[in-house]
């Protein structure tokens, strides 16, 4: 009695993956997703009518930006793809003497989603050469990375040459890529990151949803963060005035928009994670430097070039209302970015999710038409903290665990060492439940772990690091170095430990 509707599931799932081809989804494009014609042949990619932007009308594009205007653009190239790809940076900024906020902008950190690198060569095309958006260099100073993923996007695979997700490589740093576009990035120190995305609209488990499955009916989504790391006043301030503004000038040009969401199994259930929390990926990662962050979907992944000028306009009307936004606010921002500088507040180590019944916007496959789909969010914008330990004044780390060292430094965090033997007094964390995952993810072993604190004083010898806490990426270093938060070094397995093991972190309270 089973095998017809897993057939057709499986019918479904594979023509719905294949975007255009399937008959239903070229009735959903007309409808709901019709292409956005006025936008101009100004890039690689839309001035061909077949294939996306490849590496070598990439840089020539660049090259050609330079050479039109030497006195606002700036070309360089910051290190290798693992397939030997120079990854070119650009720096955009008017000549003046402007206080300037910093503007860090990437696109193609996964291969197969075009329009957010596309998106982003339209962008400085605009930037550059349309009087309506030239004045925003006036203020701002921009650093931009059209295509971070290059080997994957020559392939349009998600991932890396060595199978790496990029942005899941965000703490434990493992690819070649990630360790050039961090150390830019915070040589850069920017003030707003923008990191554009695609997403896949027909999805596996959206064939259980609904008569006969649903598909997304959104152009474009928000990921910022919930991270409870994260200053409440940032958090609030880019749920408030940049992802509201980006809101309102989606509706008002017809575009549907929503916070992020994506489907995961719970119990046999498919819930909707909603935001973000998690310092593997670049929405909450950025924001745990104090600055403002967010990360943007588009509707996109695996339909080919269809609504491919809808995709680079909702990518470029999101990049210039968040670029307005930040010209018309850089007095707010830069104080709030102090303000949270400022706080001294508890390390969150692990949090929970609020869930909740919500209804979401999709469209209905078998009918057409636009559905209220009643779904269970598991909410990371409404986190709830579970483990919260005191702020310390400092980590020390054993002199031994240059690796670890090295990783922090890429990050931007400054480090210091003693100078000579010291005797602290230290909380140090004894291991009292651990777990090792026996299957590998992103090629790391996760670990599980459970810590006592114990207090009490050590001698620790010359060289040995010190990371204070009173510096800007102070949040970031909560996440890397607890033991029990998520994304931490221990628990990725960078530092591989044991039960009852004692780690080589100690926090200083005094």
Same mark, same amino acid.
């Given at each position: 009695?089973?095998?017809?509707?897993?057939?057709?599931?499986?019918?479904?799932?594979?023509?719905?993956?294949?975007?255009?081809?399937?008959?239903?989804?070229?009735?959903?494009?007309?409808?709901?997703?019709?292409?956005?014609?006025?936008?101009?042949?100004?890039?690689?990619?839309? #001035?061909?009518?077949?294939?996306?932007?490849?590496?070598?009308?990439?840089?020539? %594009?660049?090259?050609?930006? !330079?050479?039109?205007?030497?006195?606002?653009?700036?070309?360089?190239?910051?290190?290798?793809? #693992?397939?030997?790809?120079?990854?070119?940076?650009?720096?955009?900024?008017?000549?003046?003497?402007?206080?300037?906020?910093?503007?860090?902008? #990437?696109?193609?950190?996964?291969?197969?989603?075009?329009?957010?690198?596309?998106?982003?060569?339209?962008?400085?095309?605009?930037?550059?050469?349309?009087?309506?958006?030239?004045?925003?260099?006036? &203020?701002?100073?921009?650093?931009?990375?059209?295509?971070?993923?290059?080997?994957?996007?020559?392939?349009?695979?998600?991932?890396?040459?060595?199978?790496?997700?990029?942005?899941?490589?965000?703490?434990?740093? *493992?690819?070649?890529?990630?360790?050039?576009?961090?150390?830019?990035?915070?040589?850069?120190?920017?003030?707003?990151?923008?990191?554009?995305?695609?997403?896949?609209?027909?999805?596996?488990?959206?064939?259980? *949803?609904? &008569?006969?499955?649903?598909?997304?009916? %959104?152009?474009?989504?928000?990921?910022?963060?919930?991270?409870?790391?994260?200053?409440?006043?940032?958090?609030?301030?880019?749920?408030?005035?940049?992802?509201?503004?980006?809101?309102?000038?989606?509706?008002?040009?017809?575009?549907?928009?929503?916070? %992020?969401?994506?489907?995961?199994?719970?119990?046999?259930?498919?819930?909707?994670?909603?935001?973000?929390?998690?310092?593997? &990926?670049?929405?909450?990662?950025?924001?745990?430097?104090?600055?403002?962050?967010?990360?943007?979907?588009?509707?996109?992944?695996?339909?080919?070039?269809?609504?491919?000028?809808?995709?680079?306009?909702? +990518?470029?009307?999101?990049?210039?209302?968040?670029?307005?936004?930040? %010209?018309?606010?850089?007095?707010? !921002?830069?104080?709030?970015?102090?303000?949270?500088?400022?706080?001294?507040?508890?390390?969150?180590?692990?949090?929970?999710?609020?869930?909740?019944?919500?209804?979401?916007?999709?469209?209905?496959?078998?009918?057409?038409?636009?559905?209220?789909?009643?779904?269970?969010?598991?909410?990371?914008? #409404?986190?709830?903290?579970?483990?919260?330990?005191?702020?310390?004044?400092?980590?020390?780390?054993?002199?031994?665990?240059?690796?670890?060292?090295?990783?922090?430094?890429?990050?931007?965090?400054?480090?210091?060492?003693?100078?000579?033997?010291?005797?602290?007094?230290?909380?140090?964390?004894? !291991?009292?439940?651990?777990?090792?995952?026996?299957?590998?993810?992103?090629?790391?072993?996760?670990?599980?772990?459970?810590?006592?604190?114990?207090?009490?004083?050590?001698?620790?010898?010359?060289? +040995?690091?010190?990371?204070?806490?009173?510096?800007?990426?102070?949040?970031?270093?909560?996440?890397?170095?607890?033991?029990?938060?998520?994304?931490?070094?221990?628990?990725?397995?960078?530092?591989?430990?044991?039960?009852?093991?004692?780690?080589?972190?100690?926090?200083?309270?005094?």
């Amino acid at each position: 009695m089973l095998k017809q509707p897993i057939i057709l599931a499986l019918f479904f799932y594979t023509t719905c993956m294949l975007g255009q081809l399937n008959p239903q989804s070229k009735k959903i494009t007309e409808k709901f997703f019709p292409d956005a014609d006025f936008i101009e042949d100004i890039t690689p990619a839309l #001035q061909k009518k077949k294939g996306f932007t490849d590496y070598e009308e990439l840089t020539s %594009y660049l090259e050609m930006l !330079v050479a039109q205007h030497p006195e606002k653009i700036q070309l360089s190239y910051i290190g290798e793809s #693992q397939k030997g790809k120079q990854i070119p940076m650009v720096r955009l900024t008017n000549t003046n003497s402007n206080e300037k906020l910093k503007v860090w902008i #990437q696109g193609g950190l996964h291969g197969d989603e075009p329009a957010s690198t596309e998106g982003v060569l339209y962008l400085l095309n605009k930037l550059l050469n349309d009087s309506k958006y030239t004045y925003l260099l006036d &203020s701002l100073d921009l650093a931009v990375i059209p295509m971070a993923n290059i080997d994957g996007y020559l392939k349009q695979d998600r991932y890396a040459a060595n199978g790496l997700d990029l942005n899941r490589d965000q703490t434990k740093l *493992m690819a070649s890529e990630t360790l050039v576009i961090k150390k830019a990035f915070t040589d850069f120190n920017p003030e707003l990151g923008l990191d554009f995305h695609e997403y896949r609209p027909y999805r596996k488990d959206f064939v259980r *949803m609904s &008569s006969f499955g649903i598909t997304s009916a %959104y152009d474009a989504m928000f990921l910022y963060s919930g991270n409870l790391n994260v200053p409440e006043n940032l958090r609030t301030l880019t749920n408030t005035l940049f992802v509201e503004n980006a809101r309102k000038v989606l509706e008002n040009n017809g575009l549907r928009q929503h916070d %992020y969401i994506t489907t995961q199994t719970y119990g046999g259930q498919i819930h909707f994670n909603q935001g973000s929390n998690n310092a593997r &990926s670049s929405a909450t990662n950025y924001a745990l430097n104090n600055m403002i962050s967010t990360l943007f979907e588009i509707r996109g992944v695996g339909i080919g070039r269809t609504s491919f000028k809808r995709r680079i306009n909702v +990518t470029f009307l999101i990049a210039i209302n968040y670029l307005e936004t930040a %010209y018309n606010n850089i007095a707010l !921002v830069k104080e709030e970015i102090a303000k949270a500088n400022s706080l001294n507040n508890d390390a969150i180590v692990t949090s929970s999710k609020t869930i909740y019944t919500s209804s979401i916007q999709t469209i209905d496959l078998d009918t057409n038409d636009l559905i209220d789909l009643e779904i269970t969010i598991r909410d990371a914008l #409404q986190s709830k903290p579970e483990l919260v330990r005191k702020r310390p004044k400092a980590y020390v780390i054993d002199k031994n665990q240059a690796e670890i060292i090295e990783k922090l430094k890429i990050l931007g965090i400054t480090i210091e060492s003693l100078s000579e033997d010291t005797e602290l007094e230290v909380e140090s964390f004894t !291991v009292s439940e651990y777990q090792r995952d026996s299957e590998k993810y992103e090629k790391m072993n996760l670990q599980t772990v459970e810590t006592v604190l114990n207090s009490e004083k050590l001698s620790f010898p010359q060289g +040995t690091f010190k990371i204070p806490m009173n510096q800007k990426r102070a949040n970031l270093i909560i996440e890397l170095l607890e033991p029990e938060a998520p994304n931490s070094f221990v628990s990725f397995g960078v530092l591989e430990t044991e039960k009852l093991d004692t780690l080589p972190i100690y926090r200083l309270l005094n």
